[in-house]
């Protein structure tokens, strides 16, 4: 394998090991262990893609998930083509194939880079400025030549043939980062006895261990301490430590996202293993260990190829065996920067030089370089590098201006500091707090059960460090209610340090108006940009960030939002502080739809959901229709029968004999526990309190505003338990609005909430026979009027199984609902059937049962009622309780909008022409020769043709509609206006003599 920047002896892969690969059809030789980054290093490689706007050519900046530039695609075949993956985090497998981005027709000639040249018209927010004349511009040329041109890497064109896996888990500790602080919280709370998860993005636990070399923990080199302690926490049965796997969000109450990469590292993956895995965890105490993120120098033309941070040299150095060039400069503010040059002049690499901004740097790491006869350069600052596709030479300067000197090199290290990584602490919405001396912001105050360790906490001393994690996993054990002893510190020693450093632009990037020094990799914004936006009013560093871009999108800040904060401060003449942070949001690095979507795609995507009884309707002809997930009965055509004739049957068959319908798709809660009376007081406009065991009530739920939200037949099987019933469309939600307001309003009822949707089964029988149809079926039920008078609920059982029988209706009808478990439906279905078909009854769906309700006038929630509708504008002021002092959505009713004239209410319309039915959703007028635009007073919410009353029917909101009653008004159509007269709600049966038979 011929590999000229592998050197021999150094770094941790096996060499026997080789893993060929191809980058932009170029064959390439790596090492299994190697990430595409460190290969190609190790091949010489150094231009990997092209910038966003500018096309800049662009190369390695980091070796972790930071990196801004090297971006690439990722193909295994024609239907797995995956973009923008960092090729730096992507480990490398033998035939992986990839390719660079942004670019056409290739990488090294870029027809794109002609923005470059054209720079000064793509200034900071020239989108807000510009693409705004000619107007119709926008539609044909400007959006779509906008959309050709956005984005980096090309989007899949065809389906995702891999599958995805989901985890829930919960634990006492999870401790997000594998580094030398997440390791010893993990073994303090493990070997307390809790229950831990340990999450790192990397392959391997370490952190910066991986390139720290003079450190030792437990008298042990420190890689060789990581690898010790990864094992001990394997090997334990309380501890699941996950590895390729970030922690990508922090929500609420402890709960933490996790994405697991669980096959992209694999040749040849089995056909069963997930590509990715969504972890969701609900830990009691989170230790965040997410450590620090070196900075970058901000100096003209810092972003060419070859120009890297210093840490990143050490990691592909000391761990992959990779020198990042043959001749190297390093620039810094401070002392880490300097083991970068210590470590490659060791490992027989030349150091051209070190070019300190700081005017007097003294410690070991400044003596130990001297005495290896690297040259240093204090007080000096690099303003500028030769070389266009990889550096050839940096040009250093005094940094407070004087002749300047070339110097050749072919590779730069930079490192202005370190930045904690604070993401998922902002994510928890805990509020940063700016550390003057360090010039950085820390974790401040916490809003959830969690804290923070090590670097991401400012600890940058490595004994301090381990102290405090393993003392925060002691404590999160014994928060945990574990019995714990005393925490047990690991001992450790380094001569490194991490701390000092410089903010902002360093000379060089100074006003000069051609100098690109960019702050921000991935969306090209450099200093002048920071600038200008100030210059052109931004004073919110929010507004900042969104005038230019900076710290948008994937990268979210993390190597570039300390320097253009400090930038703008400084433009703004205000400290840090004062011009405050941005905000840090999830995903902390992209996550791809896959894992999120996961199982839901495809025929899971929006499940299709069938009652107990959806093979005895298909078996006998029914035509169904999806109602939400369900698929319902629509009607029941005999022979010659369109839909419409099928309808009038079934309504005429309901009201001449019997109908039986599958109620099963309605929402049902059990609402249980001593205090279920004063929840359900709380949560409907209607009272329970005196309402009796074994009677049923109807009710109406609000939101908060007072508008309607669902409603529903309640019954009280006993004092302490409602069997609840909700619309089809609705269960969820109000499952949802249930669970909020006993969890956060109303947590001292003492009460149970249960979803029985899919446990009960439910067959309406309705019709004046109905009750001789389930008489001979039910047993220990007495069906009689007096003894089971209408809004009545008995448990019993029928054909043997137990039953919750309901005498309700909702055709106004005598009508009773059957509620069986859900595997005893369809059997039975077939004996209510066997015995309806002796007194003449039919099957109907739910466009029978829709008619059947508007010829009495019920509601439909979501039918007549849009979100804006009251009780009273819907005619239900009677199931408002009128001595109430308290329910959801009281105050909202008073409101003087609510209760002001002119409201739309809920009428009946006839037509003219009895036989003209409306379309519903029609607009209402009561002038039809008034000039357009007309003024419309309503909308047709339900329209029918009744077979029962011999003519069409409608319901409709009109304002002051019950004011209106007998007037004509007029519905206009585009061939002709049709002439309605308001009526009442209720079409048939206006003294509901028909309940009772």
């Known amino acids: 394998m011929t590999a000229p920047f592998r050197i021999a002896g150094k770094g941790r892969l096996t060499p026997a090991r080789v893993a060929r690969f191809t980058f932009d059809g170029a ?106 004349w000619p107007k119709a511009a926008w539609k044909h040329l400007y959006e779509p030549q906008i959309r050709s041109a956005a984005g980096l890497g090309v989007a899949p064109d065809q389906p995702d043939p891999d599958h995805y896996a989901a985890r829930y888990a919960h634990c006492d500790v999870l ?12 073994l303090s709370a493990a070997e307390a006895g809790a229950r831990v998860i340990i999450t790192d993005e990397q392959a391997e636990l370490g952190g910066a261990l991986r390139f720290e070399t003079g450190t030792t923990v437990e008298g042990k080199d420190g890689w060789a301490w990581a690898t010790e302690a990864s094992a001990r926490l394997s090997a334990m049965d309380n501890v699941r430590l996950l590895t390729r796997t970030t922690a990508f969000g922090y929500y609420a109450q402890n709960f933490v996202g996790l994405v697991e990469r669980v096959s992209d590292h694999l040749a040849a993956p089995l056909p069963d293993l997930p590509r990715e895995r969504l972890w969701q965890v609900r830990a009691r105490r989170v230790v965040l260990a997410t450590g620090a993120i070196e900075r970058h120098m901000v100096f003209p033309d810092n972003d060419r190829p070859g120009v890297m941070l210093a840490s990143a040299a050490r990691t592909y150095l000391n761990h992959y065996g990779v020198a990042v060039g043959k001749a190297v400069g390093v620039y810094t503010a401070n002392d880490s920067a300097y083991h970068a040059a210590i470590d490659l002049k060791k490992a027989g690499v030349h150091v051209a030089a070190i070019v300190d901004l700081r005017d007097n740097p003294q410690g070991p790491a400044v003596d130990e370089a001297r005495g290896l006869g690297i040259e240093i350069s204090a007080g000096r600052a690099v303003t500028g590098v030769s070389g266009r596709q990889r550096i050839s030479a940096m040009t250093v300067q005094p940094k407070n201006g004087g002749a300047s000197r070339t110097i050749p090199v072919d590779t730069l290290l930079t490192s202005a500091g370190w930045t904690p990584s604070v993401h998922l602490f902002s994510q928890s919405r805990g509020k940063v707090a700016f550390d003057e001396a360090g010039r950085r912001f820390l974790p401040g105050t916490y809003a959830q059960d969690c804290v923070s360790v090590g670097a991401c906490n400012g600890t940058d001393e490595l004994g301090a460090l381990l102290g405090e994690a393993a003392t925060a996993g002691h404590a999160a054990a014994k ?21 000092g450093g410089m903010l902002g632009a360093a000379p060089g990037a100074g006003a000069d108006p051609k100098a690109k020094a960019f702050v921000d990799f991935q969306n090209d914004v450099t200093a002048k940009d920071i600038r200008q936006a100030v210059r052109e009013g931004m004073r919110s560093i929010e507004h900042v960030k969104r005038f230019t871009t900076n710290g948008m999108a994937t990268d979210q800040g993390k190597t570039s939002n300390l320097h253009g904060l400090a930038i703008a401060a400084e433009t703004l003449g205000k400290p840090i502080p004062e011009v405050g942070l941005t905000t840090f949001r999830a995903p902390y690095t992209p996550v791809t739809f896959g894992a999120i979507v996961n199982h839901a795609r495809g025929s899971l995507f929006d499940p299709t959901r069938r009652t107990a009884m959806h093979g005895w309707a298909e078996a006998h002809g029914a035509v169904f229709e999806d109602v939400g997930q369900w698929k319902r009965a629509w009607y029941f055509p005999h022979a010659g029968e369109d839909m419409h004739a099928a309808v009038d049957r079934e309504c005429r068959t309901v009201r001449q004999s019997a109908g039986i319908f599958d109620a099963s798709t309605l929402g049902k809660i059990e609402v249980v526990g001593p205090d279920a009376a004063a929840f359900m007081e709380l949560l409907y406009t209607n009272p329970w309190q005196k309402l009796a065991p074994g009677r049923c009530r109807y009710g109406i739920m609000l939101r908060e505003d007072g508008f309607i939200y669902d409603d529903g037949v309640v019954g009280r099987l006993a004092d302490d338990r409602f069997h609840v019933t ?174 002001a004239p002119g409201r739309k209410q809920l009428v009946g319309l006839r037509t003219k022409d009895p036989k003209v039915v409306l379309e519903e959703g029609a607009q209402i007028v009561a002038d039809p020769n008034q000039p357009v635009p007309m003024k419309m007073i309503g909308h047709v919410t339900s329209s029918y043709w009744s077979e029962n009353c011999g003519h069409s029917i409608a319901l409709a909101l009109v304002a002051d509609g019950r004011a209106l009653t007998g007037k004509t008004l007029h519905v206009p159509m585009p061939d002709r206006t049709i002439e309605v007269e308001v009526t009442g709600t209720v079409f048939f049966d206006e003294k509901g003599e028909r309940l009772d038979g």
């Open 27 to 132: 064959g390439y030789a790596g090492l299994e262990g190697d990430t595409l980054a460190s290969a190609l290093l190790a091949n010489g490689v150094h231009l990997v893609g092209r910038s966003f706007k500018y096309h800049r050519p662009r190369g390695f900046l980091s070796a972790g998930a930071e990196e801004p530039n090297a971006l690439v695609g990722i193909h295994r075949d024609a239907a797995r083509k995956t973009p923008n993956v960092r090729a730096t985090v992507q480990e490398l497998y033998d035939g992986l194939t990839a390719v660079s981005q942004n670019r056409w027709p290739s990488l090294k000639m870029d027809v794109g880079a002609v923005n470059d040249l054209a720079s000064p018209f793509f200034s900071a927010g020239f989108y807000y400025k510009t693409f705004m």
């Open 175 to 186: 401790v997000v980062g594998g580094g030398a602080a997440g390791l010893a919280a993990a």
């Open 479 to 499: 928060a945990a209610g574990i019995k714990v002893g005393r925490a047990s510190k690991p001992k450790a020693s380094t001569g490194e340090r991490w701390a």
């Open 726 to 899: 909700t619309t089809t469309g609705g269960a969820a939600r109000v499952m949802n609005h249930m669970e909020d307001y006993l969890q956060t309003e109303f947590p001292h009822l003492k009460v149970y909430l249960t979803s029985i949707s899919e446990q009960w089964a439910v067959i309406a029988v309705q019709g004046p026979k109905s009750r001789d149809i389930i008489a001979p079926l039910v047993e220990g039920i007495d069906l009689s009027d007096a003894a089971m008078p209408h809004m009545s609920v008995r448990e019993g059982s029928i054909c043997g199984v137990p039953t919750r029988l309901f005498r309700m209706s909702f055709t106004g009808e005598r009508g009773f609902e059957i509620n069986v478990p859900a595997d005893y439906g369809q059997a039975v279905w077939e004996a209510v059937w066997a015995e309806g078909a002796k007194h003449g009854a039919c099957a109907y769906g739910t466009e029978a049962m829709h008619v059947l309700r508007a010829e009495k006038g019920y509601i439909i929630v979501g039918q007549e009622t849009d979100g804006t509708v009251t009780p009273n504008d819907a005619g239900l002021d009677w199931a408002v309780g009128k001595k109430k002092t308290d329910f959801v959505g009281i105050r909202g009713l008073m409101r003087p909008d609510l209760v």
